[in-house]
């Protein structure tokens, strides 16, 4: 891989080597055709070593670990984007999904079954269960970009500054927003964000721990996702 650089030895290697491949499998659930989960991790690896490149590693250590293992996987997303790109026929059926959801949430409705999910959407079964299957890698910015909303998911829940947490926020009106929000999900998609974003399990993980398959706990996810983008609209109009 050329890890020859003075500023990243084998020590530091072989620690970040297994954080980076948990990382992968963490974030790459569907692995895309004709690549392995050593691509991936190769990916993050240069990533890391354009960090030490850049930065004085001298300089709050453990603070520059977090911002390695950021460019990390900032790396492995703009990879996974690159190689697992969305169709136009998907992108408009999760669009569809995700409008299916903010009408039945505007009618106070906050546990639409996935078969009245579909059905409002104007799709069959197949076609929402291979919707969600398509988008099962995409992050919190992909679904921003693609469903095209005014507020930003990213910026509620994601914490750019550590792994994969949800981030508490800083002024009390969003914390407010946020938590009236998350009151509204289910139990089941409350634990699965909570061990995902929080705990940092991987998908793989938390379908051991609830007894789903990874394909139903990637649909919980994506659904928990663009509810909670949609209940946060509609707190932020209330603002």
Do not use: C, W
Request: glycine share 2%; charged share 30%.
């Amino acid at each position: 891989m050329g890890f020859n650089n003075v500023s990243f030895n084998d020590e530091q290697i072989k620690y970040f080597y297994p954080i980076v491949k948990r990382m992968v499998r963490k974030i790459v659930v569907k692995m895309p055709e004709s690549y392995d989960e050593d691509d991936f991790v190769q990916v993050g690896m240069i990533g890391l070593l354009k960090a030490f490149e850049n930065i004085d590693t001298t300089k709050d250590e453990k603070a520059f670990y977090k911002y390695a293992l950021l460019k990390a996987k900032g790396a492995i997303l703009d990879k996974l984007r690159s190689v697992d790109v969305v169709s136009r026929y998907t992108r408009d059926k999760l669009k569809s999904i995700s409008k299916a959801h903010k009408e039945f949430l505007k009618e106070n409705i906050f546990d639409a079954s996935e078969k009245s999910i579909a059905a409002k959407a104007g799709m069959t079964m197949k076609e929402y269960h291979k919707t969600m299957l398509e988008v099962s890698n995409l992050d919190i910015v992909s679904l921003d970009e693609m469903l095209e909303d005014e507020i930003s998911l990213q910026e509620s829940i994601e914490d750019k500054n550590s792994k994969s947490a949800i981030n508490i926020l800083e002024e009390s009106e969003q914390i407010n927003m946020l938590t009236k929000a998350l009151s509204k999900l289910s139990k089941i998609e409350l634990d699965v964000l909570s061990m995902y974003y929080y705990e940092d399990f991987s998908v793989k993980e938390i379908a051991q721990i609830i007894k789903k398959t990874q394909s139903r706990v990637s649909q919980i996810k994506t659904n928990a996702i663009i509810k909670l983008k949609h209940l946060i609209e509609q707190e932020y109009t209330k603002y």
